[in-house]
Nanobody, 123 residues
Framework: QVQLVESGGGLVQTGGSLSLSCAASGRTFSSYAMGWFRQAPGKEREFVASITWSGGSPSYADSVKGRFTVSRANAKNTVYLQMNSLKPEDTAVYYC????????????????WGQGTQVTVSS
């Protein structure tokens, strides 16, 4: 069982930066692959980034590649999403998710989800 709590969302101007954190409970956090997803109003939830249990092989959606960086600190049971050069189209509720085994870019493969944190980018 893994419980996830996101933090770090907020309001930022275009071109600004935000750093999201996702704190996980459970002693087996280091065995879980982690993902970040987002959902804008009226749109489906979409993949943003994922990372393996060891912190290797980060994967990114094309829309955020080169601007966002996913990382994790297993000793702190935390995964991060550093977001730079933010655009209004990045506005969404951001969710972290966990799954045992390999990382995935598909939301349905993740069994554990946080409550989400709002990111708003003003133009």
């Amino acid at each position: 069982q893994v419980q996830l709590v996101e933090s770090g969302g907020g309001l930022v101007q275009t071109g600004g930066s935000l750093s999201l954190s996702c704190a996980a409970s459970g002693r087996t956090f280091s065995s879980y692959a982690m993902g970040w997803f987002r959902q804008a109003p009226g749109k489906e939830r979409e993949f943003v980034a994922s990372i393996t249990w060891s912190g290797g092989s980060p994967s990114y959606a094309d829309s955020v590649k080169g601007r966002f960086t996913v990382s994790r600190a297993n000793a702190k049971n935390t995964v991060y999403l550093q977001m730079n050069s933010l655009k209004p189209e990045d506005t969404a509720v951001y969710y972290c998710a966990a799954k045992p085994g390999d990382q995935s870019n598909y939301a349905y493969r993740y069994g554990y989800w946080g409550q989400g944190t709002q990111v708003t980018v003003s133009s």
